[in-house]
């Protein structure tokens, strides 16, 4: 058995507020997405109250709405659950809630709350047509990218921040002064790039198989050369991520969030609850069973942490982790990588590399290390 004090602290609690996503991308890794029963209050408070009497709590942390599309609900619901987490909130830490939606549901009572909680919001729109439209869809196969920058108009409007999150597919490859320029016209000011990963029900990733890989290193390393003679400057996670790693040895040998035993919190619209990787919620694999590990309503975290189940996914990934950091050089800046990309490309968590990493984690850092070279020897 680990004992409590030894896995968190809580840095990340998911919550799902329902499974019901009111679009249907290709590359979606939802099971459930056309579910559209909702969390009640009832739940949301039971889950609070677990959360904040487990022992996680020792440093603030983030509540994300995710997992389904947070804005199906309506900005009232969040009104009470905002008021929920006010009452449940017995630790002397701030906990930031923040919601990534694809922002075509935002409107005058989403801004309105958006303000006044000061919530954090990230917005899923993956460029141009002609590349958001091929897979960001409705379920009627139609393309969504005019209602994503009403949104996003909105948001501005109303002078709420935002981040942009896009999946990068094979098609995106061949674009990076579009995408570039889609960003700048839109206003955007930060990205994050995510790789059309193997995940879940999306068993196959366009980014796969031979020459995928240069044809992303020119991608992003043409990419980062706009980025870098951009002004205002448009803010790069990955890019940001390694150059930290790299300027101020950030994270040497730290493992990821993803790998650590309750860092993370992923809780679904009926309370099941896991750990790792969010993805992993709602799946079961025939060796680990459901990767929900408890209920909020009737599993003390104790008693999770004593379950055979639990103790053997912990090891698995531990083991994952550990062949990682003595095999791959990169591990100092990786932290292990997710391990819901090594189960769901490998097979199994006790593997290392993966498409995800070899592309999100190698190729963008090895493209940052160059940039800084280069910036240094020019200096
Ligand atoms: S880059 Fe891949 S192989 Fe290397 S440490 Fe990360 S997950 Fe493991």
Redesign the pocket.
Known sequence: MISAGHVGPLELLVIQPTPFCNLDCSYCYLPDRQNKRKITVETLEKTLNWVFSSGLVRQPFTLLWHAGEPMVLPASFYEEATLALERSNVSPFTVTQSLQTNATLVNEAWCDLIRRRKIQVGVSVDGPDFLNDRHRTTRKGGGTLDRVLHGMQMLRDHNIEFDVITVLTSASLDYPDELFDFYIEHGVTSVAFNVEEIEGPHVKSSLSGSGMEPRFRRFYSRFIDLVLASDPPLRVREFDFARNSISYHQQPNARTQECRPFAILNVDYEGNFSTYSPELLGLSSPKHGSFALGNVTQDSLESVLAMPRFLALDDEIRRGVDL??E??R??PF????PPGNKFFENGDFAT???LS??LH??ATFDVALDKLERMKAMT
């Open positions: 990682c950091q095999t791959c990169y591990f990786c932290g292990g990588g290392t590399e993966t990493c070899r984690k190698k």
